[in-house]
């Protein structure tokens, strides 16, 4: 892995599904499935921050308990049915530079309804495409 790598993981999660209404906070096991994502993410190797974004204050708050470090209060055009993943990027990369944080060498971006995902394939792909 290179030396000093700088990762940060982004977890978007919208309100507005269209789908299954607040899937993101519907529970599993007793946890809301957005929760799994972030513990995930904190046991990951080499990550220096966890950013949450949403449009929903309330996803903030509950990822905030479930420790996401960054909480990011997406803007409403960039939590639209249109609204791309280059869309908030690009909007996290501006509020993050305007704040003055340094920021990483990479982002890895992380949905939240998939908490079946693996913590020791998430750290081999990042071994990977850190070579």
């Known amino acids: ?45 080499n990550i220096e921050n966890i950013i949450f974004t949403s449009d ?8 905030k308990k479930y420790g996401a470090n960054l909480i990011h209060h997406r803007s409403k055009k960039n939590s639209s049915n249109t609204a791309t993943d280059l869309d908030f990027f690009r909007e996290i990369v501006f509020f993050y530079k305007k704040k003055n944080y340094i920021l990483p060498d990479a982002f890895i971006h992380l949905r939240p309804n998939c908490p079946s995902r693996k913590i020791s394939i998430l750290n081999k792909a990042v071994k990977f495409f850190s070579l």
């Open 56 to 63: 929903s204050k309330k996803y903030l708050s509950i990822a």
């Open 1 to 45: 892995m290179k030396k000093n790598l700088k990762l940060w993981v982004v977890i978007p999660a919208r309100s507005g599904s269209q789908s299954i209404k607040h899937k993101n906070i519907r529970k599993i096991k007793n946890l809301p499935l957005m929760a799994y994502t972030i513990i995930q993410a904190k046991k990951m190797k």
